[in-house]
């Protein structure tokens, strides 16, 4: 980021009065050139046993396998974004229940955070999105372990199909570290069943 975005005149990367952090800022203008996380939210739609899976047709990890999810836009819930990324990825139209929010994931290293919604398949007419280059239903001895896309995909997968056998879906969210040599480590921080217990 170089230029302000209000005067067009050149940005300095310096700690703005009364913040605690280096942000763009326009000696200008006065304007300060926020940077903040970004949301990627998706569905994880179910039909019988099965997951609705897409193949990915562009990068990061073309051609590994994936839930159909993407960036949050302006304007739309988290819940809304998830569901235009199914319809838009994989031509699924999804069922969403109330109890639908299913797995959050913290990113700091990359700035993001990922939201997953569980969700139920209304039929079977689905299709490859411009950005997919398949979709398919796979049952959980069939899911492509070895080829998915990315870590907190491949974590959601692994606790719905432990969550399935036992008839619980509780929300769980997790922080995600990057380390040297692209090592990722997943660490659970809070769990809705353990909420539960305490409860009773």
Same mark, same amino acid.
């Given at each position: 980021?170089? /230029? %302000?975005?209000? %005067?067009?005149?050149? &940005?300095?990367?310096?700690?703005? *009065? ?5 942000? /763009? ?21 179910? /039909? ?14 073309? @051609?590994?396998?994936? $839930? ?14 998830? $569901? ?36 139920? $398949?209304?039929? &079977? ?11 398919? $239903?796979?049952?959980?001895? *069939? ?16 606790? /719905? ?19 040297? @040599? ?19």
């Amino acid at each position: 980021m170089k /230029y %302000c975005q209000y %005067c067009a005149n050149r &940005l300095t990367f310096r700690i703005p *009065d009364g913040d605690n952090r280096e942000r /763009y800022c326009c000696s200008s203008c006065g304007a300060i050139a926020y940077e903040n996380p970004k949301n990627v939210v998706g569905t994880l739609p179910a /039909y019988e046993d099965k997951l609705l899976l897409c193949k990915r047709a562009i990068e990061p990890r073309r @051609g590994k396998w994936t $839930l159909p999810a993407g960036f949050m836009e302006n304007g739309e819930s988290s819940l809304e974004g998830a $569901l235009r990324e199914t319809k838009e990825e994989a031509g699924a139209k999804v069922i969403i229940k109330p109890n639908s929010l299913y797995t959050l994931f913290n990113l700091p290293s990359i700035n993001q955070v990922y939201i997953f919604f569980r969700a139920e $398949l209304a039929d &079977l007419n689905f299709a490859p999105g411009v950005e997919s280059e398949e979709v398919d $239903l796979f049952s959980e001895e *069939d899911i492509p372990w070895g080829e998915i896309a990315f870590p907190v995909v491949k974590t959601t997968i692994t606790n /719905y199909f432990e969550d399935r056998r036992s008839g619980h879906f509780p929300v769980r969210m997790f922080d995600v570290h990057h380390h040297a @040599g692209r090592r990722v480590t997943t660490e659970i921080i809070s769990d809705s069943s353990s909420q539960s217990i305490d409860r009773n």
